[in-house]
C-alpha cells in the first residue's frame, strides 16, 4: 500500500511564486508516488474573517490554480476542507483531549492574536492578559486558537503519513503528532499514526520577495503571483530592490542582490546565471539587464500557467467535477476514520 500525502493550503488570496516552488511543485511531484490529497482549507481561513463575498472566489481560484499547476485529479484528490464535514465533527471530538494552555503557547497563535488585539510589544504577559480581559471590543476568536486542532483533523482523519509543509508550519505538525500519541495512548488504541514534515531531500527552497528582505509571502507585499499580466510582472521585477552595485572585484553579495540570483537560480538556465554572477564578480553588471533578464524567464514558467488559470476558471463544469470527486474519495476515508473514534470515545446510537 502507498503511504498517504496530505497537504493544504489557506484561501486567502492568490498562490504566488513561493507557494509554486514552495509547494504545488512538490504536490505535481508526489501525486505520481503517493496516495496524495491535495485540499483547499477555506474553514481555516475563517479564523481571520475574510470577506463573505470573497472567500468562495478565493477558493475557486487556489483550485484553478492547483489544477493550472499540473495537480491532476486523476492523480490525486483534490478537496475543499468544508466538503467534507467530517473533519468539523472529528475537530469537536479531539478539541476533548487538548489543553488550552498549549494552544495559547503556539507561536502562530500569538502572533495573530498580536496582530487582532493590535498589541506592539512581543511580551507574551500583556497578551494573556488582554485576552482574558474584558474589553468585548477587542476579542481574539476561539478558532484561531483552535486553529492547531483543525489542522491535526486534517491530517489524522486521512490517517496522513507525510504532510509537505514549510518551516512555519512546523510547529503545527508536532503539535499533530503530539495529539495523536496522547489519543492513542489514552484510550489504548494504535489509531492514528504520527505524521512526518516531507522533504525533497532536504532541502527546502526558500523563495524571496522583491523587497529586498526575507521570504516572498502574501501579507508582505513582495510578491509574483502566478496569475500576475506579462506588464505588471515585468514592471515588479523591474521595481526589485538592489543596492549601488559591486564596488570592487570580488564583493560580497548583497540581500537584495542575492535574493535576485536566488530567483534567478530557480527560473533561469544555469549559463545565464553564472554570466550575470560573472559580471557581478567583475563589476560589469547592469541591474537593469539582470532584471530584464530575470523577468523574461519568470514569465516563462508563469505565462503558460495563467493561461491554464484562465481556461480552467471559466471551466465551472469541469471545476465541479473535480471536488465533487475529490469530496467523494476523501469523505470515504474520513468517514470510516470517524467512526472509528465514535465508537473509540463510546459514542453509540440508540437506534
Ligand atoms: N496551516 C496551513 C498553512 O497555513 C494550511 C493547512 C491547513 C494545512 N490544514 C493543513 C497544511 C493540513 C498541511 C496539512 O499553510
Redesign the pocket.
Known amino acids: 500500500m502507498k503511504e498517504i500525502v496530505?497537504?493544504?493550503?489557506?484561501a486567502t488570496g492568490n498562490l504566488h511564486l513561493g507557494n509554486y516552488y514552495g509547494?504545488l511543485n512538490k504536490f505535481v511531484k508526489m501525486q505520481e508516488d503517493y496516495d496524495s490529497l491535495f485540499?483547499i482549507?477555506d474553514l481555516?481561513a475563517l479564523t481571520t474573517h475574510p470577506d463573505p463575498k470573497t472567500l468562495h472566489t478565493n477558493v475557486k481560484n487556489i483550485l484553478a490554480e492547483y489544477l493550472a499547476a499540473g495537480v491532476d485529479p486523476e492523480k490525486a484528490t483534490i478537496f475543499v476542507?468544508s466538503d467534507v464535514p467530517e473533519i468539523s465533527e472529528l475537530y469537536l471530538l479531539l478539541n476533548m483531549h487538548v489543553g488550552i494552555g498549549e494552544l495559547m503557547r503556539t507561536a502562530?497563535f500569538k502572533d495573530k492574536a498580536r496582530k487582532q488585539l493590535g498589541i506592539k510589544s512581543d511580551n507574551d504577559e500583556n497578551i494573556e492578559k488582554e485576552i482574558i480581559g474584558t474589553d468585548s471590543n477587542k476579542r481574539v476568536n476561539a478558532g484561531l486558537l483552535t486553529?492547531p486542532t483543525?489542522?491535526?483533523v486534517?491530517?489524522l482523519i486521512q490517517k496522513?503519513h507525510k504532510?509537505?509543509?514549510?518551516k512555519?508550519?512546523e510547529q503545527?505538525?508536532e503539535l499533530?503528532r503530539r495529539f495523536a500519541r496522547r489519543f492513542n495512548s489514552y484510550y489504548g488504541v494504535d489509531l492514528f499514526p504520527e505524521?512526518e514534515n516531507f522533504n525533497f531531500g532536504g532541502n527546502a527552497v526558500k523563495v524571496p520577495g522583491l523587497d529586498g528582505s526575507g521570504k516572498m509571502g502574501k501579507s508582505e507585499g513582495n510578491c509574483i503571483y502566478l496569475i500576475d499580466e506579462e506588464k505588471v510582472l515585468r514592471k515588479k521585477v523591474m521595481r526589485a530592490v538592489t543596492d549601488e552595485g559591486p564596488q570592487a572585484p570580488n564583493s560580497p553579495i548583497s540581500a537584495p542582490i542575492q535574493n535576485l540570483f536566488t530567483l534567478m537560480e530557480l527560473t533561469s538556465a544555469p549559463e545565464v546565471v553564472q554570466q550575470f554572477k560573472d559580471a557581478y564578480a567583475d563589476c560589469s553588471i547592469r541591474y537593469g539587464d539582470l532584471k530584464k533578464q530575470l523577468a523574461e524567464d519568470i514569465l516563462k514558467v508563469t505565462l503558460p500557467i495563467r493561461q491554464r488559470i484562465l481556461d480552467i476558471q471559466n471551466d465551472d463544469e469541469y471545476l465541479a467535477r473535480v471536488v465533487r470527486q475529490g469530496a467523494e474519495r476523501a469523505r470515504e476515508r474520513a468517514a470510516k476514520t470517524l467512526s472509528e473514534v465514535r465508537e473509540i470515545m463510546g459514542i453509540k446510537k440508540f437506534y
Not at 496530505?6 to 489557506?10: A, K, M
Not at 504532510?163 to 514549510?166: D, N
Open positions: 496530505l497537504s493544504g493550503i489557506r509547494a485540499f482549507a481555516h476542507q502562530s486553529y483543525l489542522m491535526a486534517d491530517i496522513a504532510v509537505p509543509v514549510g512555519d508550519q503545527h505538525l499533530t505524521p
